[in-house]
């Protein structure tokens, strides 16, 4: 598979936006479910946003009226729009994909082995 190149992470300050990319050529099949995961040193990866086989939104309550996850349409860019950011969302964001409808944080993550270089996401108080 082309790997998952993930792009526009930075810093920012509390209440500030960032939108992130996933280049996602090797997965234009209808029948992934994307995702965006994150994670902070010493802790397991969580997580945040995914579009289900069907197109459905997937949220984490934490980001939920905050965040929203989008594909374009042809299908080979990624995007999570990230706005009101708080210092809790800081983390490295990764993009993941899953065939077949998701079923769950927990298995999304293990079902993925190809985890990309990812984003840093940096947001200070």
């Known amino acids: 598979q082309v790997p998952l190149v993930e792009s526009g992470g930075g810093s920012v300050q509390s209440g500030g936006s960032l939108r992130l990319s996933c280049e996602t050529s090797?997965?234009?099949?209808?029948?992934?479910?994307m995702g965006w995961f994150r994670q902070v040193p010493g802790k397991e990866r969580e997580g945040v946003a995914a579009i289900d086989v069907d197109g459905i939104p997937i949220y984490d309550d934490s980001v939920k009226g905050r965040f929203t996850i989008s594909k374009d349409n042809a299908k080979t860019t990624l995007y999570l729009q990230m706005n009101n950011l708080l210092p809790e969302d800081t983390g490295m964001y990764y993009c993941?994909?899953?065939?077949?409808?998701?079923?769950?944080?927990?298995?999304?993550?293990?079902?993925?082995?190809?985890w990309g270089q990812g984003t840093q996401v940096t947001v200070s108080s």
């Open positions: 090797g997965y234009t099949d209808i029948s992934y479910c």
């Open positions: 993941a994909a899953d065939l077949g409808p998701f079923n769950g944080w927990a298995t999304f993550a293990a079902d993925f082995g190809d």
